[in-house]
């Protein structure tokens, strides 16, 4: 059904209310008038009636002479003219004895009429019916004439009473004027009062349609009226306190939301029917998806990968917390360890899972460098100790007695020794420059850079002229950066020696030094041999060479390029390199530094 205002509501009522009350007034003082009227004649009538009779006791009725009866027919008549009252005297057999205005002989029949019936019974008899002779409704009155306590005939007084219909007519069309008036008056009244009462109810509606819209600003304004003024109180402190509990629960979401955001663990959390309801900024990257299209939907839709659908059914089904370890291939292999645990409501009853993981693939490849690592170092410490072993067997075993044979054999057991040694030392500065860059413990101060190359270039030179290179510098003089000197000395005699191995003889090694963009370079380019491609972004690992027969032949122990890598680290700067097989290799190192 549909619904109405509630001055609709009222309004109709009370015109309603006001037409019927109207109505029945206006029958009511319509009715009342017209019996006073009524009652009225009546007694008019019966007065009249009961005088003529007095007059009339003085002729001998019903036994009338004919003098008699004229003499009563004209007192009659004049009685009737003097009161405009139609006068009739009928004897008790129905014959009529005078009248005032017409023949008696037209009346015939009056027994039946129920004024005569009463008179006749010595009572006084009313009544009112319609009279042909006035065309109209007349009123009769008929009394009973005494003598000697008997009824000898009746009196009976009639009057015309159409001007009472006439007259209340007037009546009736002045109370329908007035109540008219009265009911536009009052239709107007009950409208300003309809408006009165639902005015605040709108207001109240308009109120609390702006609170359901979480416009808590604004407040109802309060009625008189007790009920709906103390409804709109009601309803603004329920404003306020509602206003108050959104905010406090917007800020604890926020806060929530916050802390989700900035945790670098991805967060996800799936009820029961493994639909995403939470995903935090770390997951939706880690997992690739976008927050705002993966909530509400089920988790395989969004994630297609089996170890994270895994890892939520085994959470959902267990009581314990679950761990696990998810591998994502999308973008590279990457390895998520994850802890899922069941979500729990107030009562303790399961409501779905939550689970936290954390990127551990740098962990993981870490581990994996330490074991390729521990695999190359063993490696390399084994190749000179069999090789010490079998010379050591040989001269026991009888060369020892042969002394060419022995001092040859000694001479590469010396050689080998020397190799271990240096791959020992290697180690240990690495580890060492590592260690001490770890914990902040390199003293970095202003130095020449001019000076460490040109010591460099003096600890090479020996190594230079034995193949006739040419080693060129070109550096500022006054190039200086927050350097260890001992330390870049070292990470350049590396790439500097390098140069000299992996170049044929008699080229030369171009070494520059410069200032620019807040860095000091230092270049050290060679004419040799070069680096394909493919091994350049493996050159600085640890062990990894190009050529390791080359590498060994030259006495390199494959950690010259690792130990200038973590030096130039440990200075906060970088390295890098270009090369073209068969024209030459440059080897980059960059220092920050301000101007100096
Ligand atoms: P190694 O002791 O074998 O020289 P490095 O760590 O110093 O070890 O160098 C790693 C590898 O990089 C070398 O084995 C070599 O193959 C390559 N390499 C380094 N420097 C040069 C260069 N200047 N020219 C060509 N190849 C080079």
């Given at each position: 059904?549909?619904?109405?205002?509630?001055?609709?509501?009222?309004?109709?009522?009370?015109?309603?209310?006001?037409?019927?009350?109207?109505?029945?007034?206006?029958?009511?003082?319509?009715?009342?008038?017209?019996?006073?009227?009524?009652?009225?004649?009546?007694?008019?009538?019966?007065?009249?009636?009961?005088?003529?009779?007095?007059?009339?006791?003085?002729?001998?009725?019903?036994?009338?002479?004919?003098?008699?009866?004229?003499?009563?027919?004209?007192?009659?008549?004049?009685?009737?003219?003097?009161?405009?009252?139609?006068?009739?005297?009928?004897?008790?057999?129905?014959?009529?004895?005078?009248?005032?205005?017409?023949?008696?002989?037209?009346?015939?029949?009056?027994?039946?009429?129920?004024?005569?019936?009463?008179?006749?019974?010595?009572?006084?008899?009313?009544?009112?019916?319609?009279?042909?002779?006035?065309?109209?409704?007349?009123?009769?009155?008929?009394?009973p004439l005494q003598r000697n306590s008997t009824v000898v005939a009746v009196v009976r007084a009639s009057v015309p009473i159409g001007f009472i219909e006439d007259a209340l007519w007037e009546i009736r069309i002045k109370i329908g004027v007035g109540a008219l008036l009265i009911g536009l008056i009052s239709a107007a009244v009950s409208l300003w009062v309809s408006r009165r009462i639902s005015r605040p109810i709108q207001?109240?509606?308009?109120?609390?349609?702006?609170?359901?819209?979480?416009?808590?600003?604004?407040?109802?304004?309060?009625?008189?009226?007790?009920?709906?003024?103390?409804?709109?109180?009601?309803?603004?402190?329920?404003?306020?306190?509602?206003?108050?509990?959104?905010?406090?629960?917007?800020?604890?979401?926020?806060?929530?939301?916050?802390?989700?955001?900035?945790?670098?663990?991805?967060?996800?959390?799936?009820?029961?029917?493994?639909?995403?309801?939470?995903?935090?900024?770390?997951?939706?990257?880690?997992?690739?998806?976008?927050?705002?299209?993966?909530?509400?939907?089920?988790?395989?839709?969004?994630?297609?990968?089996?170890?994270?659908?895994?890892?939520?059914?085994?959470?959902?089904?267990?009581?314990?917390?679950?761990?696990?370890?998810?591998?994502?291939?999308?973008?590279?292999?990457?390895?998520?360890?994850?802890?899922?645990?069941?979500?729990?409501?107030?009562?303790?009853?399961?409501?779905?899972?939550?689970?936290?993981?954390?990127?551990?693939?740098?962990?993981?490849?870490?581990?994996?460098?330490?074991?390729?690592?521990?695999?190359?170092?063993?490696?390399?410490?084994?190749?000179?100790?069999?090789?010490?072993?079998?010379?050591?067997?040989?001269?026991?075993?009888?060369?020892?007695?042969?002394?060419?044979?022995?001092?040859?054999?000694?001479?590469?057991?010396?050689?080998?020794?020397?190799?271990?040694?240096?791959?020992?030392?290697?180690?240990?500065?690495?580890?060492?420059?590592?260690?001490?860059?770890?914990?902040?413990?390199?003293?970095?101060?202003?130095?020449?850079?001019?000076?460490?190359?040109?010591?460099?270039?003096?600890?090479?030179?020996?190594?230079?002229?034995?193949?006739?290179?040419?080693?060129?510098?070109?550096?500022?003089?006054?190039?200086?950066?927050?350097?260890?000197?001992?330390?870049?000395?070292?990470?350049?005699?590396?790439?500097?020696?390098?140069?000299?191995?992996?170049?044929?003889a008699s080229t030369t090694i171009e070494i520059r030094a410069f200032y620019a963009n807040s860095e000091v370079t230092i270049d050290v380019r060679d004419q040799g041999r070069g680096i394909s491609r493919e091994h350049l972004p493996r050159i600085w690992e640890r062990f990894y060479r190009v050529d390791a027969a080359r590498s060994r032949a030259m006495g390199g122990t494959g950690l010259g390029l690792a130990i200038t890598k973590h030096i130039v680290l440990a200075h906060n700067g970088r390295v890098s390199v270009e090369s073209e097989p068969g024209v030459g290799s440059t080897f980059r190192i960059q220092i920050p530094a301000n101007r100096l």
């Amino acid at each position: 059904m549909p619904r109405k205002r509630v001055l609709w509501q009222l309004y109709p009522s009370y015109l309603l209310i006001m037409l019927i009350s109207l109505i029945a007034v206006a029958w009511y003082a319509s009715r009342s008038l017209r019996q006073f009227y009524f009652d009225q004649t009546a007694h008019d009538l019966e007065v009249r009636a009961t005088l003529v009779a007095n007059r009339a006791e003085q002729f001998p009725i019903p036994a009338l002479t004919p003098t008699d009866s004229l003499a009563l027919q004209s007192l009659i008549a004049a009685l009737g003219r003097a009161t405009s009252t139609r006068l009739t005297i009928i004897a008790l057999s129905g014959r009529v004895i005078a009248e005032s205005s017409e023949p008696a002989s037209e009346w015939q029949t009056q027994l039946s009429n129920p004024e005569f019936v009463a008179a006749r019974a010595g009572r006084t008899g009313y009544d009112a019916r319609f009279g042909r002779s006035f065309d109209q409704e007349v009123m009769h009155v008929a009394v009973p004439l005494q003598r000697n306590s008997t009824v000898v005939a009746v009196v009976r007084a009639s009057v015309p009473i159409g001007f009472i219909e006439d007259a209340l007519w007037e009546i009736r069309i002045k109370i329908g004027v007035g109540a008219l008036l009265i009911g536009l008056i009052s239709a107007a009244v009950s409208l300003w009062v309809s408006r009165r009462i639902s005015r605040p109810i709108q207001d109240l509606r308009d109120g609390a349609e702006r609170f359901a819209a979480g416009d808590f600003s604004s407040r109802l304004p309060v009625a008189d009226s007790e009920e709906i003024g103390g409804l709109a109180e009601s309803m603004n402190v329920m404003a306020i306190q509602l206003d108050d509990r959104i905010k406090t629960i917007t800020r604890q979401r926020n806060e929530q939301d916050v802390i989700l955001a900035s945790m670098i663990e991805g967060v996800i959390a799936v009820d029961r029917d493994e639909r995403l309801i939470i995903i935090n900024r770390a997951a939706a990257h880690l997992l690739d998806v976008k927050p705002d299209e993966a909530r509400g939907r089920i988790i395989q839709e969004v994630v297609r990968n089996t170890d994270l659908i895994r890892l939520i059914t085994r959470t959902l089904a267990s009581r314990e917390p679950v761990e696990g370890e998810i591998v994502l291939t999308e973008s590279g292999e990457q390895f998520l360890e994850a802890h899922g645990t069941l979500l729990r409501d107030s009562s303790g009853v399961s409501i779905g899972a939550l689970l936290v993981f954390h990127d551990i693939t740098r962990l993981r490849k870490l581990e994996h460098v330490r074991r390729e690592f521990v695999a190359n170092v063993s490696h390399e410490l084994k190749t000179p100790i069999t090789s010490i072993k079998g010379f050591v067997e040989t001269l026991q075993d009888g060369a020892v007695d042969q002394p060419e044979d022995a001092r040859r054999f000694l001479g590469i057991i010396t050689r080998q020794v020397d190799r271990l040694n240096s791959i020992i030392e290697d180690l240990l500065s690495l580890s060492r420059i590592e260690q001490e860059a770890g914990r902040s413990e390199i003293p970095i101060e202003s130095g020449s850079i001019f000076e460490v190359l040109s010591a460099a270039i003096q600890s090479c030179s020996r190594k230079a002229a034995e193949t006739k290179m040419q080693i060129d510098l070109r550096c500022d003089q006054d190039l200086r950066a927050p350097i260890n000197a001992p330390l870049l000395e070292q990470a350049v005699v590396n790439l500097i020696d390098n140069a000299i191995k992996y170049s044929e003889a008699s080229t030369t090694i171009e070494i520059r030094a410069f200032y620019a963009n807040s860095e000091v370079t230092i270049d050290v380019r060679d004419q040799g041999r070069g680096i394909s491609r493919e091994h350049l972004p493996r050159i600085w690992e640890r062990f990894y060479r190009v050529d390791a027969a080359r590498s060994r032949a030259m006495g390199g122990t494959g950690l010259g390029l690792a130990i200038t890598k973590h030096i130039v680290l440990a200075h906060n700067g970088r390295v890098s390199v270009e090369s073209e097989p068969g024209v030459g290799s440059t080897f980059r190192i960059q220092i920050p530094a301000n101007r100096l």
